[in-house]
Nanobody
Framework: QVQLVESGGGLVQAGGSLRLSCTAS????????MAWFRQAPGKEREFVAG????????TYADSAKGRFTISRDNANNTVYLQMNSLKPEDTAVYYC????????????????WGQGTQVTVSS
């Protein structure tokens, strides 16, 4: 079992930045591929970015490329999402997720989820 806790969300103006964190506990963090998803009201949960267990491989949704950066610190059991040049359409609840396999881009690829953190971008 893995427990995931997100933090770092908040209200920011368009063009601003936020860094989300997700801290894991319960199992060996470095064994897990990690990802960030988001879900806006009335929409399905969508993939944002993923990172392999080693941190050497990253994957991004087209909407995140060039603006967001995913990274991990296995020594501190934490994965990060640095979000720059935020837009109102980035407003959503952001979730981190973990699985013991490779990075996937659909929610069903993941076994463990955090409770989410709200990101609101004002225009």
């Amino acid at each position: 079992q893995v427990q995931l806790v997100e933090s770092g969300g908040g209200l920011v103006q368009a063009g601003g930045s936020l860094r989300l964190s997700c801290t894991a506990s319960g199992r060996t963090f470095s064994n897990y591929a990690m990802a960030w998803f988001r879900q806006a009201p009335g929409k399905e949960r969508e993939f944002v970015a993923g990172i392999s267990w080693s941190g050497y491989s990253t994957t991004y949704a087209d909407s995140a490329k060039g603006r967001f950066t995913i990274s991990r610190d296995n020594a501190n059991n934490t994965v990060y999402l640095q979000m720059n040049s935020l837009k109102p359409e980035d407003t959503a609840v952001y979730y981190c997720a973990a699985n013991l396999r490779r990075v996937g881009v659909v929610p069903s690829n993941y076994d463990y989820w955090g409770q989410g953190t709200q990101v609101t971008v004002s225009s």
